[in-house]
């Protein structure tokens, strides 16, 4: 399922996992990779998009967690294009960490509660990914520049349009409440902060929110949920940087106080 967002912004519901497409058919990026043994699907929405035997000039990972990068050494094996992250977030896509497991104690749904079984283990792309320049630019996105957001990950990044204001959020938060299997299944938008169960820093992350906030964007694309637009938009984000601890944060967790 598909939804131009913009006239070069091309939003792809994977399963539970936005990608997004970025530019015309002359010249692409792909933001997240969806989840894993989707790469024929995501390869044949690039052709529906762009034409026959389209390719990105690059793929960007907003972060390393599995339904953002399930499909991505299929990817890059068939594209064979670089892959861009922030540099904290290399050991996760070079073999050399992984994630904690989801946390099930946190308050929330059934996907909450089933986290744990969740792949956590970091992938390894080898050369294929290198950082995102320090610059904050973004290659094959001209225009746009990458903020650093973490949170949910040490090396999560946002993008951002200045022209237009669009933002490509990832998980920094969403507009569902990703750990309720139903509002999941239902797509019930919502705003909330990253999913619970994988996010491990909450002083950053409500930093983080902040930060977008200020940004007063016109359009947003989050990880998971519908793309928010518009004053209800910014109004929506504004109240959760405010009430980021009742909204957001879990009374419980792991990584909780």
Not at 20 to 49: C, N, W, Y
Not at 198 to 213: C, G, H, I, Q, R
Not at 236 to 244: G, V
Request: proline share 7%; aromatic share 10%; hydrophobic share 35%.
């Amino acid at each position: 399922m598909g939804l131009n967002v913009a006239p070069d912004i091309y939003c792809y519901t994977d399963q539970i996992v936005n990608l997004v497409f970025i530019g015309t058919k002359d010249s692409f990026v792909l933001v997240d990779a969806g989840m894993p043994r989707s790469s024929t699907e995501i390869i044949q929405q690039a052709e529906d998009h762009f034409g026959n035997n389209a390719s990105p000039k690059a793929i960007i990972l907003t972060h390393g967690h599995f339904d953002h990068v399930g499909s991505i050494i299929d990817l890059v094996k068939t594209w064979d294009v670089p892959v861009f992250a922030h540099d904290l977030e290399l050991p996760y896509l070079t073999g050399k960490a992984s994630y904690p497991e989801g946390d099930p104690s946190v308050d929330g749904g059934l996907v909450a509660k089933m986290s744990p079984f969740f792949p956590n283990h970091g992938i390894n792309l080898e050369n294929h990914v290198q950082p995102l320049p320090k610059d904050g630019t973004i290659p094959g996105m001209d225009g746009w520049r990458w903020i650093h957001t973490p949170g949910h990950t040490k090396g999560h990044v946002s993008l951002f349009r200045d022209a237009d204001r669009s933002l490509i959020v990832g998980d920094a938060f969403v507009t569902v409440k990703q750990e309720s299997l139903y509002k999941v299944i239902t797509q019930q938008q919502e705003i909330s902060g990253p999913p619970k169960y994988f996010t491990t820093n909450w002083d950053a992350a409500w930093n983080s929110v902040k930060e977008l906030n200020k940004l007063e964007p016109e359009i947003a694309v989050t990880g998971h949920g519908h793309p928010m637009e518009g004053v209800f938009l910014r109004e929506e984000l504004q109240k959760l940087a405010d009430h980021f601890d009742t909204i957001a944060i879990p009374e419980k967790g792991k990584f909780v106080h």
